[in-house]
């Protein structure tokens, strides 16, 4: 492992076991689904509902946004089964951590640590806001990387150079999703499905939601099952 993931890992293993209250924050904010993906949501839905009065239209950015998260997840985790398999922190022999209170070490077992997942999510969410309302943005950036990124590094779940990787591949999702035509190929369609048919837009929209919130974990845990089964076929 290079010295600068070490490094930093080591640094914030020492307040490890130090401090259960700590610790046991830290867990939360890894673990809970509306402490990571509540805020994003909320600031997305109020760009759906607010007046024009309060400002511009914006549902086309809220559209390309979940639709280029959704992809952006979809390739971070591609790359996670075909690029050479990485240990996490937590369990990696060549680095002896001090395990936080409230950690199961078991849990992500199989699961590759590079790109981070929660990175590319939330990084692409914070650029479709930020380039849909700039207060959101800015206040989505620093959130995912104080609130749903650094939790991680600290708890060993990942390496600075996974979340950095995802935080990358996350950001270039949720550019790619402001660009004009990339908008207008998803929006179009989309809006006219809302108009002659709300009850399942806000349906499908209902879903998508709820897979934000809980980071994708059944898409991804379906995902990677049918890898698997793919594998043994062939």
Known sequence: MNSFDSSIVSFFNGFAQRWHALDESMVFLSESSLMKGGLFLAML?????????????RRD??????VMCVAAV??????????PFRERPLVASAQELVVPYGVDVRALEGWSAFPSDHAVLFFALSMGL??????????????????????RIYLGLHWPTDVLAGA?????????????????????????????????????????SFEIMNIFADARSAMHLSLHILRDLL
Do not use: E, N
Not at 61 to 66: C, G, I, R
Not at 131 to 142: E, K, M, N, P, V
């Open 130 to 151: 930020y380039c849909a309302h700039r207060r959101f943005g800015i206040a989505a950036f620093l959130y995912a990387a104080f609130v749903v990124c650094l939790p």
């Open 45 to 57: 839905w109020w760009l759906w509902f607010r007046k024009p009065a309060d400002g511009p239209d």
């Open 74 to 83: 979809l390739i971070a985790r591609l790359l996670a089964v075909s690029l």
């Open 168 to 208: 990358a591949l996350g950001v270039a999702f949720g550019w790619l999703g402001t660009l004009r035509a990339v908008r207008d190929a998803v929006s179009r369609p989309a809006l006219r499905w809302h108009d002659q048919h709300p009850g399942a837009f806000y349906a499908a929209m209902f879903v998508v």
């Open 61 to 66: 950015y809220v559209l390309s946004t979940l």
